[in-house]
């Protein structure tokens, strides 16, 4: 069964950090794409982290292929990024996850998400 669960979200102040990780199992990790996804509000479009201009400089992501673990350090955090995030993995194999919170062509799996909350 493939499972990724995220962890690490949570409340800070503008200008904290927080690290999420994306514990994965069930399917080779090593020779999987991971992604990091955002979505601000529910019903509100989704972001890949990785694509989001602001985040350079800001948010870094990492993966150890020994711990089957994906890392996002996000610092110098904003309102703005008040969101909660996904990690994803494309392995084209079984049914994939009976409900993605985000609709994408690349992802097939997906965690129930961790949220982030930032304050002024």
């Known amino acids: 069964e493939v499972r990724l669960v995220e962890s690490g979200g949570g409340s800070v102040q503008t200008g904290g950090s927080l690290r999420l990780s994306c514990l994965a199992s069930g399917f080779p990790f090593a020779d999987s794409n991971m992604a990091w996804y955002r979505r601000r509000a529910p019903g509100s479009e989704c972001e890949l982290v990785s694509s989001i201009g602001s985040m350079k400089g800001r948010f870094f992501i990492s993966r150890d292929n020994t711990k089957n673990t994906m890392y996002l350090q996000m610092n110098n955090l904003n309102p703005d990024d008040t969101a909660t995030y996904y990690c994803?993995?494309?392995?084209?194999?079984?049914?994939?996850?009976?409900?993605?919170?985000?609709?994408?062509?690349?992802?097939?799996?997906w965690g129930r998400g961790t949220q982030v909350t930032v304050s002024e």
């Open positions: 994803a993995a494309e392995w084209p194999v079984g049914l994939g996850s009976p409900r993605p919170p985000c609709l994408t062509r690349e992802y097939d799996y």
